[in-house]
């Protein structure tokens, strides 16, 4: 059975960079039929998908959020992570990361982390 | 960015109704829509993907319709492990979700 973990600080400073990574057990990192994102969910609020990595290291991401945002993935450890630059309290939000499974007429994620709440704050 | 909108945000119902949760997409996405819950603490989990068809391991009384820009989830008939909030996703682009419909207990 799949499993995806996140791991990283529960709490980072105004304008430092948040950093998680995530790291997945039970299944490949690298086929060529998945790949694998960040979504994020403010206390309260809705969804918003953060961005996503292939296992050759393309990404893809939200371009609301591209300009502070690095995904990467390290495929010998079967680990992807995140990076936010210049956090803000508007970044506080449970981060998921999770597998998307594409095919020709679908796409979707249906593997997630159990999430893990990153607060901003001084 | 593709809007998708939820109707309604939020509902009452009872165990056993029959439950219909619409999603509309401000462009068409042909079929890529994807539907999750997600209760209290926890991640989402897919329901419905492509619209309508039914991910492994969920239950029948699930179901997913539509096309072009007007989708819909129906709930058969109601079970208390039903009560939660269910999320619509586009995949036709980057992806966005709705904003959720909380589904309560009456």
């Known amino acids: 059975q799949l499993q995806l973990q996140e791991s990283g600080p529960g709490l980072v400073k105004p304008s430092e960079t948040l950093s998680l990574t995530c790291t997945v057990s039970g299944g490949s990192i690298s086929s060529s039929t998945y790949y694998w994102g960040w979504i994020r969910q403010p206390p309260g609020k809705g969804l918003e998908w953060i961005g996503s990595?292939?296992?050759?290291?393309?990404?893809h991401y939200n371009p609301s959020r591209k300009s502070r945002v690095t995904i990467s993935v390290d495929t010998s450890k079967k680990q992807f992570s995140l990076k936010v630059r210049s956090v803000t309290a508007a970044d506080t939000a449970v981060y998921y990361c999770a597998r998307i499974s594409s095919g020709t007429y679908f796409e979707m994620i249906d593997y997630w982390g159990q999430g893990t709440l990153v607060t901003v704050s001084s | 960015d593709i809007q998708m909108t939820q109707s309604p945000s939020s509902l009452s119902a009872s165990v056993g109704d029959r439950v219909t949760i619409t999603c509309r997409a401000s462009q068409s996405i042909n079929t890529y829509l994807n539907w999750y819950q997600q209760k209290p603490g926890k991640a989402p989990k897919l329901l419905i993907y492509a619209a309508s068809s039914l991910q492994s391991g969920v239950p029948s009384r699930f179901s997913g319709s539509g096309s072009g820009t007007d989708f819909t989830l129906t709930i058969s008939s109601l079970q208390p492990e039903d009560f939660a909030t269910y999320y619509c996703?586009?995949?036709?682009?980057?992806?966005?979700f709705g904003q959720g419909t909380r589904l309560e207990i009456k």
């Open positions: 996703q586009q995949s036709h682009s980057d992806p966005t």
């Open positions: 990595v292939f296992h050759t290291g393309r990404t």
